[in-house]
């Protein structure tokens, strides 16, 4: 493959990255944190750089829009189902899994805790979530702002 000379921001986390010179696509590449979940690829991944595409920042914007709306569903409706982990068979990996007081109550009672407290944390959890991608969209429309239609950032080359 032919050497990149340019870099691209990354539609959907920002980060600066290499472009392929023959097809205009950015490096794959991960992240640790977005938003309330940990993600091993970013999405923006072998996609057109920020400078030159928006497509996919506006749609991820309105992914996390229909996010918050579910959260703020959710909340105004009053939280009736909380999330518990669950093991998948067979593996050493766990899922989400929503479930109501009569199953929580169920499996955790034992331990001590209460139903009331889950709802409170799952209500927090909503409120923290919604922030979050709140804070993303800010940063992914500033930075459809500040970078699109501008050239792509050229490469330092070794002397
Ligand atoms: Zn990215």
Known sequence: MAKATHNGICQICGSEQA??????????????????????KCHGGKQLPL???????????????????????ELEQGVD???ISVPVPGTRIFQTKM???????????????RWENAVECRRKDLVRWTALNEHWIDGIEERINRYHGDALIPRKVAA
């Open 19 to 40: 472009v392929n010179p023959k097809t205009g696509l950015i490096a794959a590449h991960g992240y640790a944190v977005m938003y309330h979940q940990q993600h091993n």
């Open 99 to 113: 479930v109501g007081r009569e199953e929580w109550e169920a499996q955790n009672q034992q331990i001590g805790w």
């Open 51 to 73: 400078q030159v595409e928006t497509e996919l920042a506006r749609q991820y914007v309105d992914f996390l829009q229909d996010e918050i709306e579910s959260y703020q569903d």
């Open 81 to 83: 189902e909380v999330a």
